[in-house]
């Protein structure tokens, strides 16, 4: 519901309003937590890579990442998955869906959808845009970034809005992560503010100062998620 997402199944309550900062194959990240990587690939999830260990692609790859978002953490967590790709050696480009149109730009490797989920939905011009280039996502790596408030301890809702997501596009991901996002008040008109404040203590969350940003995105689970991605797209096209 109007609120941009966050990693799924987190049960940590910490806020982490600025994201980690990257460097030449690595990344500075703070404890590991709960991954919020699905893997749909045979064989399940591959094994989470160390920090600092980057996976070692053929050449470098050039990977698009369009995305919609709306108070802005989806925005957030698509420039951290392109920085973390640039210190992985690759190209990233993010687009943002609702100001770049629907066409796919050819010469890329791999795409990374992104989009967030507002009263039980993701974004329509990013259904539109995977709908247009879906031939492409399914001939390219292709993975789908879902950011919900559910994926903020309700795996089971977070999941069911990608299956919709996929029912509506006709899309299915091979790769898919689940992310949290923001309670971000300060963002906020008057209504929404105090709507907001309701929705979080009808659910029995503490986070109802609306003077503060609340920020679950868990950056660890994203930079797995990427990692996981990147050394997918490394493999040979028969083991994809």
Sequence with gaps: MFLEAATWALSLRQQRSRRPSVVEGSVVTSAVAKSAVQNRAPGGPSAVPRPGRAPTLWN?????????????????IVDYIAELIRAHGHEADTADL??????????????????????????????????????????LPSALVSVSMAAHGDEETAEGYVTKFE??????????????????????????????????????????????????????????????????????????
């Design 167 to 240: 029912e509506d596009t006709g899309w299915r991901p091979t790769h898919v992560g689940l992310f949290a996002g923001a309670l971000l008040y300060s963002h906020y008109g008057f209504i929404k503010k105090h709507v907001m404040k309701k929705i979080a203590a009808d659910k029995g969350s503490l986070d109802t100062d609306t003077t503060r940003d609340y920020v679950y995105t868990e950056w660890d689970g994203v930079q797995r998620f990427t990692e996981d991605y990147l050394a997918w797209l490394a493999k040979p096209a028969g083991g994809k």
């Design 98 to 139: 609702k100001h770049s149109g629907d066409t796919l730009p050819g010469g890329y490797d791999g795409v990374i959808v992104a989009a967030s989920v507002h009263m039980g939905k993701h974004e329509g011009h990013v259904k539109d845009f995977v709908k247009k280039n879906r031939g492409e996502l399914e001939r």
């Design 60 to 76: 470098m790859a050039r990977i698009y990442i369009p995305y919609g978002t709306v108070e802005g953490q989806t925005a957030q």
